[in-house]
């Protein structure tokens, strides 16, 4: 048994990095200006900014709906309704992992999706961050495109 993990935790070290279809570089920077989002919503960055488990992909989900599949080092932009709670979710080792946010209309909110060490293979988290956080964060990444996950929730 320690021989089969030791050699799926080389494959998965030793594999790359995932890549994602990625937005315009036009696109990324106007995001990462931080503009309030529309009248009755909120916006939501989620990201991930870590190398850790880099050949991984993992999706994304808002409400249900599909935002995209994560990779080092990129981010989504979503906007939501406002005054109300939206549940976040992201593919993990054997199930998905979830929080559930409340949000207020013309603010920006930060989610981090981390890559944790898993049983097989690396599973996915999510938490907030404070604002200052994730924007410091998010200048730093660049706009994947959205819309295509790997499997439907």
Known sequence: MKRIASAVLTCVLF??????KMESKDASDKLKQFAPPPTG??????????SFGAALKKDIFVDGKCVGESA??????TEVAGGQ???ITT?????PNALKLMVEA??????????KMGLIIGGANLEVVPEDQ????????????????????
């Open 72 to 77: 080092p080092n990129v981010f989504f932009y």
């Open 106 to 115: 013309g603010k920006n909110y930060f989610v981090r999706q981390y890559i």
């Open 15 to 20: 594999a790359g990095c995932a890549s994602v």
């Open 134 to 153: 994730g924007k410091l964060a998010v200048t730093k990444l660049e706009l994947a495109a959205g819309g295509k996950c790997s499997k439907p929730q």
């Open 85 to 87: 709670e939206h549940e």
């Open 91 to 95: 593919e993990s080792e054997f199930s």
């Open 41 to 50: 919503n909120a916006g939501l960055y989620t990201f991930r900014d870590s």
